[in-house]
């Protein structure tokens, strides 16, 4: 069984907002996949699907993004999912915008909700797609990672999010993550 996370904020208030590109991959992969998000006791919305015969958990935490794990940490808990069976999409201040990388494991790199998780599993070994957003200029980076793309902007980040979604599909189907970030990185 493989768990796919996306970050984000709850509530639409923070929709379509640049913190919010982890819940926009996998409600994208949840469509692909024919798979409908249901709200559990977990504080997250969960979708279902199977890939080859796999079971796959497709999570959106009900926290806020800084409190991230404590929804996936009880999640891997319950149905004993491996760390190295968790992959994690959120943006990344540091990436140009529309640049997506595959990472294998490794520290949170200041993402609050990534460590989040870390502190909830006890492990930085899972998988992360990173999605691009670029440091603000000329504003706050709250006031920029909660705003929306600019129409300027929208386009690099809709070709980001077909990459990501590509990137993610590919691992269901082969499992080679290592292959992955040769490929996509």
Do not use: C
Not at 129 to 142: A, D, F, L, N
């Amino acid at each position: 069984m493989k768990m796919i996370v996306g970050l984000g904020n709850i509530g639409q208030k923070y929709a379509q907002t640049r913190h919010n590109v982890g819940f926009m991959v996998v409600d994208e992969i949840a469509a692909k996949l024919n798979a409908d998000f249901q709200t559990t006791k977990f504080e997250a919305e969960v979708a279902t699907a199977f890939v080859a015969g796999e079971k796959i958990l497709i999570v959106k935490p009900s926290t806020y993004m800084n409190d991230s794990g404590r929804a996936v940490g009880p999640l891997m808990t319950y149905y004993n999912i491996d760390p190295s069976d968790l992959l994690v999409v959120h943006d990344d201040l540091d990436l140009p915008l529309g640049k997506v990388r595959l990472k294998q494991k490794g520290s949170a790199g200041g993402h609050n909700g990534i460590k989040s998780i870390i502190a909830h599993v006890g492990d930085q070994q899972f998988k992360r797609v990173k999605v691009g957003i670029e440091h603000p200029q000329k504003m706050s980076v709250v006031d920029y990672v909660l705003g929306k793309f600019t129409p300027a902007q929208l386009p690099l980040f809709n070709d980001a999010k077909i990459t990501a979604v590509a990137a993610i599909e590919a691992w269901l189907a082969t499992d080679d993550f290592a292959a992955l970030m040769n490929q996509y990185n």
